[in-house]
């Protein structure tokens, strides 16, 4: 893959986590709509907390990694992709606990049930997506300290003047 092609898989995951940050703030609305519905409120806006919190940050560091991959591709932001994919490894569990426990059972209120599957599909859908950086990262390795134009593969004639300079030019 290109570096290009890297900074678009890149933005658009910094766009993704940035939608789902936006989706569990408008569902922590229906959850205090419907909180007296609900056998633990608390738990569930814990949960949306910390998953819209997790995924703003993740979104942040995207951008930010997106942007300096135009100069040049270091080690930190290899490292940086693969902790955020390494964190949404192990914050899978938590999706999965969070339906385990309030979605996979019977509910006093069947009413909530769909927005309790929104809460779930939206948090694991996009910890899905933030576990595919380690794939980028793995993709952005070999061009570790190569400039962005450096990356690109070169026309004949630059590949020649580059390789077979005139005595007057060395």
Known sequence: MT???LMEELR???EGAGRAATALRELKAQVEASARQLENPNAVRDYLDFF???FDRAAVELEQIAGQLAESVQPAHVDALRQIANNSAAEQ???GMF???WINRPLPYETVRPMLNAISNTSRDE???LRTLAETAAALEPSIGQPESETKGLDRRQLFTRLF???SEA
């Open 93 to 95: 569990r938590r999706t």
């Open 3 to 5: 570096i290009e092609a």
């Open 12 to 14: 658009a995951r910094h």
């Open 165 to 167: 300079r005139p005595p």
């Open 52 to 54: 819209a919190d997790y």
């Open 127 to 129: 910890i899905a997506a």
């Open 99 to 101: 339906r385990d426990k």
